[in-house]
């Protein structure tokens, strides 16, 4: 199985800027309705909120633009479980002219499952783990994204440190 198709949607006037790309903010808007999406293919759905009182938080993300994107164009996100445990969740998403391979941007998440009450860290339920899994054993042959991990930063040999001020 391939990455999954998460979200398409067309690339709307009102987000682009003046130069008529999408604005580096809606980049992030459409990676989150994928997580949306990924969210209810999961089973984590609003009927699932409102049951268990468990929803999925961001930790921590990396935005990588790698190609303009123009207003009107129709884009897709490709989402790959990289890897999760009892409790979190590491995912790459992907934006792509709708039915094209050149990767536009890239976008890794982790995510915390919690409970809403507390709130606090919260395990899978098992039907959302096996679900996980048979995810993970589909993407099992899929190459790791070349921007995984990144590490934002100048080169050591280029990098001069701005003084810190207390």
């Given at each position: 199985?391939?990455?999954l198709?998460?979200?398409?949607?067309?690339?709307?006037?009102?987000?682009?800027d003046?130069?008529?790309?999408?604005?580096?903010?809606?980049?992030?808007l459409i990676?989150s309705?994928?997580?949306?999406?990924?969210m209810?293919?999961?089973?984590?759905?609003?009927?699932?909120?409102?049951?268990?009182?468990?929803?999925?938080?961001?930790?921590?993300?990396?935005?990588?633009?790698?190609?303009?994107?123009k207003?009107?164009?129709?884009?897709?996100?490709?989402?790959?479980?990289?890897?999760?445990?009892?409790?979190r969740?590491h995912?790459?998403?992907s934006l792509?002219?709708v039915?094209e391979e050149?990767?536009?941007?890239?976008n890794?998440?982790?995510?915390?499952?919690?409970?809403?009450a507390?709130?606090h860290?919260?395990?899978?339920?098992e039907?959302?783990?096996?679900?996980?899994?048979?995810i993970?054993?589909?993407?099992?042959?899929?190459?790791?994204?070349?921007?995984?991990?990144?590490?934002?930063?100048l080169?050591?040999?280029?990098?001069?440190?701005?003084?810190?001020?207390?």
């Amino acid at each position: 199985m391939p990455a999954l198709t998460t979200y398409t949607t067309q690339v709307h006037p009102d987000w682009v800027d003046y130069n008529g790309h999408l604005r580096d903010a809606f980049y992030l808007l459409i990676f989150s309705y994928a997580t949306d999406a990924l969210m209810d293919t999961l089973g984590l759905d609003s009927e699932n909120r409102e049951a268990s009182g468990h929803s999925l938080f961001t930790l921590e993300l990396h935005l990588n633009y790698l190609h303009e994107v123009k207003r009107g164009a129709d884009v897709e996100v490709h989402t790959q479980l990289i890897a999760h445990d009892a409790k979190r969740l590491h995912l790459y998403h992907s934006l792509h002219l709708v039915g094209e391979e050149r990767e536009l941007a890239g976008n890794e998440q982790m995510l915390l499952h919690v409970d809403l009450a507390g709130p606090h860290s919260a395990p899978f339920t098992e039907a959302t783990l096996e679900k996980l899994a048979a995810i993970s054993a589909e993407q099992a042959d899929l190459a790791r994204p070349a921007l995984l991990g990144r590490v934002i930063g100048l080169p050591p040999s280029q990098a001069k440190k701005a003084p810190i001020k207390p």
